[in-house]
């Protein structure tokens, strides 16, 4: 079974660029979850799909932030224009159940870094 | 702010000896995950707890929720090399939703 899926696993764009992130979770899991960890910190919580919906999204940081998850398989993660407080490591999870319920799995996870 | 602390930030220990780390919620938590990352890895689930004052023990390592629902802790006994990486512990603050708040992590390294 494949696992989630993270695209690109790097990225180096400058300031005021745009960048998309994709995530692929697993086959069947409802529930997605974005997180960022930022200079080597904790892993802040983004937001939570279930499907295609916006369950929670209380972790954005701002509207240079904007996810869809169409149809409810892969979700995007777009972030224009960049700034270079957004470098860091996103990571994408999915679960079967809501998270708390049961483990998630995440990807692998996209190094983004602004310049 | 950070809800969700974690002690200490960095741990080195020598191949042998053991390792704690612990979690500190401000708030009470309807449950725990540890997750294990290893160094440039992503997040592996390690474990799950539920209920007051739960222990577990997978092998070498032991899980403890404190009665409180406030506070966990992992232990390793006898840590090898495998076990180098952050250890992050993830709770479901009460009435926070369906996310986990994860903690600030614990570096473990482990010299021979």
């Known amino acids: 079974e494949a696992g989630v899926t993270q695209f690109p696993s790097h990225s180096v764009i400058e300031k005021g660029q745009t960048v998309t992130l994709r995530c692929d979770p697993i086959?069947?899991?409802?529930?997605l979850y974005w997180y960022r960890r930022v200079m080597g910190k904790e892993i802040k919580f983004l937001l939570h799909?279930?499907?295609?919906?916006?369950?929670?999204e209380s972790g954005m940081p701002n509207n240079r932030f904007l996810a869809e998850r169409t149809g409810g398989t892969y979700s995007t993660l777009k972030v224009q224009p960049a700034e270079l407080e957004d470098s860091g490591v996103y990571f994408c999870?999915?679960?079967?159940?809501?998270?708390?319920?049961?483990?998630?799995?995440f990807g692998q996870g996209t190094r983004l870094t602004v310049v | 702010g950070q809800q969700v602390m974690q002690i200490p930030q960095y741990q080195h220990v020598q191949e042998g000896e053991d390792f704690t780390t612990y979690c500190n919620s401000s708030?009470?938590?309807?449950?725990i995950q540890w997750y294990k990352q290893r160094p440039g890895g992503h997040p592996v689930f390690l474990i799950q707890?539920?209920?007051?004052?739960e222990v577990k023990k997978q092998k070498r390592l032991t899980f403890q929720f404190g009665e409180a629902k406030k506070n966990s802790s992992l232990h390793i006994t006898a840590t090898q090399t495998t076990d180098v990486g952050t250890y992050f512990c993830?709770?479901?603050?009460?009435?926070?939703?369906?996310?986990?708040?994860f903690g600030t992590g614990t570096q473990l390294k482990v010299e021979l």
């Open positions: 999870a999915s679960s079967l159940l809501a998270w708390g319920d049961t483990e998630a799995f």
């Open positions: 086959s069947g899991h409802d529930n």
């Open positions: 799909f279930v499907k295609e919906s916006k369950q929670d």
């Open positions: 708030t009470t938590l309807s449950n």
């Open positions: 707890l539920v209920k007051s004052g």
């Open positions: 993830a709770g479901r603050i009460t009435g926070g939703g369906n996310k986990l708040t």
